[in-house]
């Protein structure tokens, strides 16, 4: 045997092992072991005294210790540190189990006393821990064994001042994000619990209640009357077993309304006009680090000086955009007016555009751009007959789909400029769920357009911005499938 072939059926082999593997993997996980996830800090953890009743075993009920082995589930159920005690999981556990014979609660307990939210990102360390990895780590492991449920999250007391509790909010929104799109279950039930009526100060229970308003799926429940251990900080055992009561019936009720309520999330349309030169040397390869796709709408640009070339993409870089994966749209072949044109001249320069593309080895375009944003009923027609599916206009507004003609979306402008600035963070800030937004952007930066500018370092917090609240970041070929 050659050595070729010795190693390609040695990854022949590989391959199919690792089939065999993942798939007795996926088919061992028992959908009566419902897994939970516990994350946050202290009072997450337990800090309760241990008492009688935390040494009772409940065969339907089992913890991932330390060791990442599944064993019944006993006070501490945390393992953060030496003193952890009794916190809300057990009692959480009971409830959620009612008297159903047939099911087993399975608690994964990743809380960490001390940890401020900042520390519960990817990458982020916590002394020698990696708090998010690491229960991404161990969620995805119990999950071999059942079905994840919910997340419960206990957190703030280390971020319960002015300045922090004002970044609360868009942290927890993103976290939630993360959770659910790093285990791809976009309707994970989420349920939050206030810090305790005791602390000195409280600014955070204020902005913890607003995470039901921002993301769907998730809930609050109330420290309402919850006593402390003596130290005004971690809850006694009797209150961090009630606290665990509360987050039952909060999961029992998402969990009962996710079945009616699954909730889309927005959708954002990036187009890209005029072929910039910084559409193929920086934003190409940002949407890239993103995940994001996007829709190039191309023409050649009519230029004052032969050197205005510098500013736009020939036609090798445009075709470089396609073999990314991007779409390639069409905006006129020379960034003529439509409303100007007569029949002929539209399909002319239309179809300049197609044959260029052709060239090209690019698929034939099925998207368009009208210059200046000015479309009439001709152009719709002449597009149409082209075989055009998708036209951008602008309008500053939202595209409702049960009004709005594909022909004619309307269109937010990007940019950096102070308006333009204030218009695309409102819309990015104000979009529902559901509900789709379309961009259209010139360059980043754009050199011979500055009115219509957007700085890469805007541009990278519109992206950040977008990727924090889940969008769905598409080109105008995939609407009607976001
Ligand atoms: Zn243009």
């Not at 393992?79 to 609660?105: E, L, R, W």
């Not at 868009?170 to 989420?190: C, E, G, T, Y």
């Not at 300049?352 to 027609?381: E, H």
Request: charged fraction near 20%; aromatic fraction near 10%.
């Amino acid at each position: 045997m050659k050595i070729q072939q010795i190693i390609k059926s040695f990854f022949t082999i590989c391959l199919l092992l690792l089939a065999i593997f993942s798939h007795a993997q996926q088919t061992k996980s028992d959908s009566n072991v419902h897994v939970y996830l516990l994350i946050g800090q202290s009072n997450m953890a337990g800090r309760g005294q241990v008492d009688a009743e935390s040494k009772q075993i409940d065969p339907q009920i089992i913890m991932l210790d330390s060791q990442n082995k599944w064993r019944p589930a006993t006070d501490p159920v945390h393992f953060d540190k030496p003193i952890a005690g009794v916190g809300p999981a057990i009692s959480f556990a009971k409830q959620m189990k009612g008297n159903n014979k047939n099911i087993k609660i399975a608690l994964v307990p990743c809380a960490w006393g001390g940890s401020p939210i900042k520390v519960w990102e990817p990458g982020a360390s916590y002394f020698a821990a990696h708090l998010y990895d690491d229960a991404i780590a161990r969620i995805k492991m119990a999950m071999q064994t059942g079905v994840l449920k919910g997340v419960l999250w206990h957190q703030g007391e280390s971020d319960n001042d002015s300045a922090r509790a004002k970044l609360y909010v868009k942290k927890l929104v993103a976290l939630v994000n993360r959770l659910r799109s790093d285990l791809q279950m976009p309707n994970l039930p989420f349920v939050a619990g206030e810090i305790g009526y005791f602390n000195k100060v409280n600014f955070i229970n204020k902005e913890i209640n607003r995470l039901p308003i921002e993301v769907a799926n998730t809930a609050v429940v109330s420290a309402n009357s919850l006593e402390h251990k003596g130290d005004s900080l971690h809850f006694n055992t009797a209150a961090a077993r009630e606290l665990g009561k509360r987050y039952a019936t909060a999961m029992l009720q998402l969990q009962q309304m996710k079945t009616t309520a699954v909730q889309k999330p927005a959708a954002v349309v990036l187009c890209f006009d005029d072929a910039e030169i910084s559409h193929y040397t920086i934003v190409a390869p940002l949407l890239k680090k993103y995940g994001f796709d996007a829709t190039f709408l191309v023409c050649e640009m009519p230029l004052k000086a032969k050197s205005d070339t510098q500013y736009y993409m020939n036609w090798q870089q445009i075709a470089a955009l396609h073999n990314m994966g991007f779409e390639i749209g069409n905006h006129t072949g020379h960034h003529k007016n439509m409303t100007k044109l007569n029949r002929e001249e539209m399909k002319r320069e239309i179809g300049y555009i197609d044959s260029m593309c052709k060239r090209y080895s690019i698929p034939k375009p099925i998207s368009f751009a009208y210059p200046g944003n000015r479309a009439d009923s001709l152009s719709q027609v002449v597009l149409k007959e082209m075989g055009y599916r998708y036209a951008r206009a602008g309008g500053s507004r939202y595209y409702h789909p049960a009004t709005d003609a594909v022909l004619e979306l309307p269109t937010f402008t990007m940019g950096s400029t102070e308006k333009l600035q204030e218009r695309t963070w409102k819309a990015l800030k104000e979009v529902k769920p559901g509900q789709v937004l379309l961009f259209t952007i010139h360059g980043v930066p754009d050199i011979a357009h500055p009115d219509y500018t957007t700085s890469v370092e805007v541009f990278t917090q519109y992206l950040d911005f977008m990727k924090e609240r889940g969008f769905k970041v598409v080109a105008l070929r995939d609407l009607g499938k976001e």
